[in-house]
């Protein structure tokens, strides 16, 4: 009998084996053991139902358990009676429960969809990167296996993995890559597309030699290894991508769906076996936490590495729904049965009302004090009790024992508390450091999720009352807070469903806001923290109407010189680089103004910047990939009774042999045209000449009216467009800077 400790890098189902594991071993080596893994999947229904399966079931040709038996089902009032199928082998389980679900569409089935991972999760305790302790035999078959931490640890060890990274020199939809860049453990290489021949030999020595636990990619899933895949098919050189000898790679086709009132789009997805791959353009965990936010989340979730880097955090919730109902014998149904209860349109107007919102004071304010509470809807749903099987409660809590949502939220809460409280008193120098921001950044997501979760309507254990009674205590709370913050002394200028903005003259200090944050912690039940105190902060109108406020639609500078935005043209996915950047870069320097007294001294500088890129833009020196537009498309080409600019471009990218699907982005330029924009993922680019300055300084003008407004410092659209003209005299005013670009 053998043992080691290491780390679980991978597990899947395989015809031959059960249920395959790789380890990472603590001395460096790359273990591939299989353990024996039956799965279970239940059926409920009459009786008469049940026992047509049973017969049905007997005849099937893969091996299994028959047996009968009760569950608990949340949303009925007594146990279930079952018919249970054992099925020993993991990978014909879920074939078998489809041809059972074809034939019998009208039982009710429960744990019949559950990933792999999940059902191992709950026997085993283990999760993506457990560190383990495993004894197994000649044969490499486990014989025992033991997890030595906990995914609720804070400082896990560290895991010895090897990273191969893969990336095209260019944007493959937009022009041909002549070169992959290879590097790996300080190695770095260029290898050539054209000849093909040589990069697959020298990639399959590198595979074979440095042997990556992740392959991480740039267009990976859509473009890179597809391309890889075909040309070594294409020419007999075999790839070993995966380490599991003999296997393809898996393929998950693109998809678009409809959700939350929009298209979203799934690209296709390359998994490996034995190693990970991510790609980073298409992870929507990947963002600024890079790999450590994807470990952290599925170390958490228990799902897969490849899947959990994939996947959004409603999935990430649900997982995690999954896996305490499996922990705590709960049934997990395959498709939801319970509806929305009936309500009178006096019962709609009483609980579907969302969260608090107080207008803001329109106006620059000094030394707010900004207060947060933290995580305030999860938090609710821990301290009240709320999840699908609860009566719905009273501010003041519960006295029943937690309930599912409870149970799954209450340690990602504990956790990310525990994180963000290290981080306060680390040095961003500390090792740590990158790690604790990527895994509280992780946990942000699946909290902020978890509280819509539990109201869609597809959602496993969601419940749209108890959705609403969650509203219901965080409008509560908020006012509660409003009138702490009063009965203290404090004017409060706004509120906005967690949060709030005050203001006490003399209160610049963050002790002196101590005393108000333990008095709303008091009367709420709830975690609140200050944000941070603003040198000066707008509040902002409408543009339609400059006495009507926007609620979340403000911009303001802390004392630490950080800033924060929201509502403004710089936070919209769709505005061309350019413009972003001269918004911001405008704010940038009105902020060094330290109090609001003061910005009437840089407010001619930021006018002068605006001067400066409006001639940049009319002499053609704003380089074109700052003016690329990017929209989704919200449905098939040919749905669009009147062709959007996202729609225009995708006819002339059809044209050209390149298609798009709903959901995905379409990038492009205004141009001056009958179609008036050129997409930019045609094999060419449009002549300077032709790119329509006039519409991107209206947008530039746009931009700038939104910083400049609430200071009366905004020139008319028709001064505004003469200053692009003022070439030179603009430089006499102002210090020269170096062009838009350069």
């Known amino acids: 009998m053998n043992a080691i400790t290491g780390w679980l890098l991978d597990l899947y189902s395989d015809e031959r084996d059960g249920l395959v594991l790789w380890f990472i071993g603590s001395g460096g080596e790359r273990l591939r053991l299989h353990q024996p893994f039956p799965v279970t999947f239940s059926l409920a229904g009459p009786d008469e139902h049940l026992r047509a399966a049973w017969r049905w079931l007997k005849k099937q040709p893969e091996a299994m358990e028959l047996g009968r038996g009760q569950g608990r089902d949340l949303f009925l009032p007594r146990p279930v009676t079952l018919l249970t199928v054992r099925v020993a082998n993991a990978a014909a389980q879920p074939r078998l429960f489809d041809r059972c679900a074809r034939a019998f569409p009208d039982l009710t089935y429960y744990d019949a969809d559950v990933q792999l991972a999940l059902r191992h999760a709950a026997v085993h305790d283990t999760f993506p990167l457990a560190h383990c302790y495993v004894k197994y035999d000649e044969d490499n078959l486990v014989h025992e296996l033991r997890a030595l931490d906990s995914a609720w640890d804070i400082d896990p060890l560290p895991v010895p993995f090897r990273c191969l990274m893969l990336e095209p020199d260019c944007d493959p939809q937009h022009d041909t890559p002549r070169k992959l860049k290879v590097s790996y453990e300080g190695h770095n290489c260029e290898l050539s597309f054209d000849p093909i021949r040589p990069l697959l030999v020298n990639l399959r020595a590198i595979l074979e030699r440095y042997d990556p636990d992740f392959l991480l990619t740039v267009w990976g899933d859509t473009w890179l290894l597809p391309l890889l895949l075909a040309e070594s098919e294409r ?74 880097g994939r996947t959004s955090p409603g999935t990430g919730i649900s997982s995690m729904q999954i896996l305490t109902a499996l922990r705590n014998n709960i049934l997990v149904p395959w498709h939801k049965q319970q509806v929305e209860q009936p309500k009178s349109a006096l019962d709609l107007l009483h609980h579907d009302q969302g969260g608090m919102v107080y ?160 008095e709303i912690s008091k009367r709420t039940g709830l975690s609140i923290a200050l944000d941070g105190i603003y040198r000066w902060v707008t509040f902002m109108p409408s543009r339609l109407n400059s006495k009507v406020p926007v609620p979340n639609r403000y911009f303001g500078f802390f004392q630490d010189g950080s800033f924060k935005v929201r509502g403004i043209d710089a936070r919209r996915h769709d505005m061309p680089a350019f413009i972003v950047d001269t918004q911001m870069d405008m704010l940038k320097i009105m902020g060094k103004a330290e109090t609001a007294a003061q910005l009437g001294e840089y407010i001619p500088q930021a006018q002068a910047l605006l001067r400066r890129r409006m001639n940049d833009l009319r002499r053609g020196r704003v380089p074109l990939d700052k003016l690329v537009m990017g929209q989704k498309l919200s449905r098939e080409l040919k749905a669009y009774k009147t062709p959007s600019p996202a729609a225009r471009a995708l006819m002339q990218l059809q044209a050209a042999g390149k298609d798009k699907r709903p959901g995905q982005r379409v990038r492009f330029l205004y141009v001056r045209s009958k179609d008036g924009v050129w997409a930019w993922d045609l094999p060419e680019k449009p002549p300077k000449e032709a790119i329509d300055a006039e519409y991107y300084l209206v947008l530039l003008q746009r931009a700038a009216e939104t910083v400049l407004s609430p200071f009366n410092a905004v020139p008319t659209q028709a001064r505004a467009f003469s200053f692009a003209a003022e070439g030179t005299r603009m430089e006499q005013e102002v210090e020269k800077e170096p062009v838009y670009g350069n």
């Not at 599925?298 to 490849?306: D, E, K, W, Y």
């Not at 938090?379 to 809590?397: A, D, Q, Y």
Request: contains cysteine; proline residues 8%.
């Open 359 to 518: 207008q803001p004071i329109i106006g620059v304010h000094s030394e707010v004090g900004e207060i947060d509470f933290i995580s305030m809807y999860p938090s609710i749903m821990v301290r009240c009790n709320i999840s699908p099987e609860k009566p719905l409660p009273t501010f003041l809590g519960s006295d029943e024992e937690p309930g599912l949502i409870p149970l799954t939220l209450k340690p990602l809460l504990e956790k990310r508390v525990a994180i963000k409280l290290a981080l306060g008193h680390m040095p961003p120098w500390d090792p740590r450091f990158k790690r604790y921001q990527a895994a509280s950044s992780a946990y942000k997501w699946l909290l902020v999720t978890c509280f819509g979760y539990l109201g869609y309507k597809n959602a496993r254990f969601g419940r749209i009352e108890s959705h609403e009674a969650v509203t219901t205590w965080g409008r509560e709370a908020l006012l509660l807070a409003k009138e702490t913050a009063e009965d203290l002394g404090f004017t409060v200028l706004h509120m906005y469903v967690d949060g709030l903005w005050v203001k006490q003259e003399g209160y610049n200090q963050p002790e002196q806001f101590t005393p108000l944050l333990d």
């Open 235 to 308: 020419l007999n050189l075999p790839l070993p991508l995966n380490r599991e000898p003999g296997r393809g790679v898996g393929h998950r086709k693109e998809k678009s769906y409809f959700t939350y009132g929009q298209i979203v789009y799934n690209g296709q997805q390359i998994h490996l076996y034995g190693r990970c791959h991510l790609d980073q353009r298409n992870s929507s965990l990947w963002g600024p936490d890079g790999l450590d936010g994807i470990l952290e989340g599925a170390r958490v979730t228990a799902l897969p590495i490849q899947t959990s």
